[in-house]
């Protein structure tokens, strides 16, 4: 094989000599997105087997933090538009072979769900809010209507739960000129972190020891899953393309090393279901709230990471020599 060194003196802002037009706001989208689908999964679920009682955070509180996620994620999706005036376009119009045009319309649908879901716990999951809203002939029919069609809705929130988590990954994964976010595996492994997430978010919540010890085994088995899933991501990497397997250099005794392994793989991934074993024994003490707060730190550094590892990686290696000094010396600067 030849090798062949590139050298240029483009200059182009967010784009050499790395691309880097996701910024933080496209981060915390997609963690607030998959905190969104994970509550949407997990309320449905208990709704519609009947066990809104006994799992009373999940059923009736968890819709909330639900749509607050959800509207900070649009919050943090305006911000990064950069033509903010014509905002609504991105939701008004429809472009089949756009990616992130599906995207905005399923937001559309998720919201849609997610405030119904809320709606109809919102007497018993929070009546200080209730309270007010029943005051009002629109209000009292907003709450019974959204309680009459709960079970329905549940079933449309799992659907659109699980769609929108792989959307997260599939947006991801569409980005075939960035090797190390081109894996298969991104959208299943958006979905389990979505899903853990919302199940660290019950464990911080809940009060109740049965609902509890549920979401205690159910996040081990999801970090469980977590880890293979990562596992078998990075292996799919190291077996794919030159570019793909070059695309893991980063984290392999590159600049991402420390950050990948000490920051996010240990404390995000391995020490939390270290803790959520010991929670499986069915005792846990106050100490153990640190576990679902690494999982929500975990779920935002896995996103922080496959955006910036994506968008460092290339299928186009060049030096760049531009020089600004070239332009004054031109008397074009």
Same mark, same amino acid.
């Given at each position: 094989?030849?090798?062949?060194?590139?050298?240029?003196?483009?200059? /182009?802002?967010?784009?050499?000599?790395?691309?880097?037009?996701?910024?933080?706001? %496209?981060?915390?989208?997609?963690?607030?997105?998959?905190?969104?689908?994970?509550?949407?999964?997990?309320?449905?679920?208990?709704?519609?087997?009947?066990?809104?009682?006994?799992?009373?955070?999940? !059923?009736?509180?968890?819709?909330?933090?639900?749509?607050?996620?959800?509207?900070?994620?649009?919050?943090?999706?305006?911000?990064?538009?950069?033509?903010?005036?014509?905002?609504?376009?991105?939701?008004?119009?429809?472009?089949?072979?756009?990616?992130?045009?599906?995207?905005?319309?399923?937001?559309?649908?998720?919201?849609? !769900?997610?405030?119904?879901?809320?709606?109809?716990?919102?007497?018993?999951? =929070?009546?200080?809010?209730?309270?007010?809203?029943?005051?009002?002939?629109?209000?009292?029919?907003?709450?019974?209507?959204?309680?009459?069609?709960?079970?329905?809705?549940?079933?449309?929130?799992?659907?659109?739960?699980?769609?929108? !988590?792989? =959307?997260?990954?599939?947006?991801?994964?569409?980005?075939?000129?960035?090797?190390?976010?081109?894996?298969?595996?991104?959208?299943?492994?958006?979905?389990?972190?979505?899903?853990?997430?919302?199940?660290? %978010?019950?464990?911080?919540?809940?009060? +109740?020891?049965?609902?509890?010890?549920?979401?205690?085994?159910?996040?081990?088995?999801?970090?469980?899953?977590? &880890?293979?899933?990562?596992?078998?991501?990075?292996? +799919?990497?190291? +077996?794919?393309?030159?570019?793909?397997?070059?695309?893991?250099?980063?984290?392999?005794?590159?600049? =991402?090393?420390?950050?990948?392994?000490?920051?996010?793989?240990?404390?995000?991934?391995?020490?939390?279901?270290?803790?959520?074993?010991?929670?499986?024994?069915?005792?846990?003490?106050?100490?153990?709230?640190?576990?679902? %707060?690494? %999982?929500? =730190?975990?779920?935002?550094?896995?996103?922080?990471?496959? &955006?910036?590892?994506?968008?460092?990686?290339?299928?186009?290696?060049?030096? /760049?020599?531009? +020089?600004?000094?070239?332009?004054?010396?031109?008397?074009?600067?």
């Amino acid at each position: 094989m030849r090798e062949e060194i590139l050298i240029t003196v483009r200059d /182009n802002y967010k784009i050499d000599p790395t691309v880097s037009v996701w910024g933080w706001q %496209v981060i915390a989208d997609l963690f607030l997105v998959g905190l969104t689908a994970g509550a949407l999964i997990f309320a449905a679920l208990v709704i519609l087997r009947g066990k809104e009682e006994t799992f009373d955070f999940t !059923a009736k509180r968890l819709p909330l933090i639900g749509l607050i996620s959800i509207g900070l994620a649009m919050t943090f999706l305006f911000l990064k538009l950069t033509h903010k005036i014509v905002f609504w376009r991105f939701f008004g119009a429809f472009v089949p072979t756009a990616v992130m045009s599906w995207g905005a319309w399923l937001l559309q649908l998720v919201i849609l !769900a997610i405030l119904l879901l809320t709606l109809q716990g919102l007497r018993k999951g =929070y009546p200080s809010l209730a309270s007010p809203v029943e005051k009002f002939g629109i209000g009292r029919w907003a709450l019974n209507w959204a309680e009459r069609i709960k079970r329905p809705v549940a079933w449309a929130s799992v659907v659109l739960g699980v769609i929108i !988590a792989f =959307y997260t990954g599939t947006l991801m994964t569409s980005m075939d000129a960035r090797p190390f976010s081109s894996s298969g595996l991104m959208a299943p492994l958006f979905l389990v972190s979505g899903l853990a997430t919302a199940a660290a %978010v019950v464990l911080i919540g809940s009060r +109740n020891a049965e609902e509890r010890r549920l979401f205690t085994g159910t996040l081990f088995g999801l970090l469980a899953f977590k &880890v293979l899933l990562l596992a078998l991501t990075l292996a +799919n990497l190291a +077996n794919g393309s030159q570019q793909q397997i070059e695309s893991l250099h980063p984290i392999f005794g590159g600049d =991402y090393t420390q950050l990948f392994w000490l920051f996010f793989v240990i404390p995000g991934l391995l020490v939390p279901l270290v803790i959520e074993a010991f929670g499986l024994r069915g005792k846990r003490p106050a100490w153990m709230i640190i576990s679902p %707060v690494l %999982v929500l =730190y975990g779920a935002y550094m896995l996103r922080q990471l496959f &955006v910036d590892l994506g968008q460092v990686s290339g299928y186009i290696d060049y030096v /760049n020599t531009y +020089n600004p000094a070239l332009l004054d010396l031109l008397g074009m600067h």
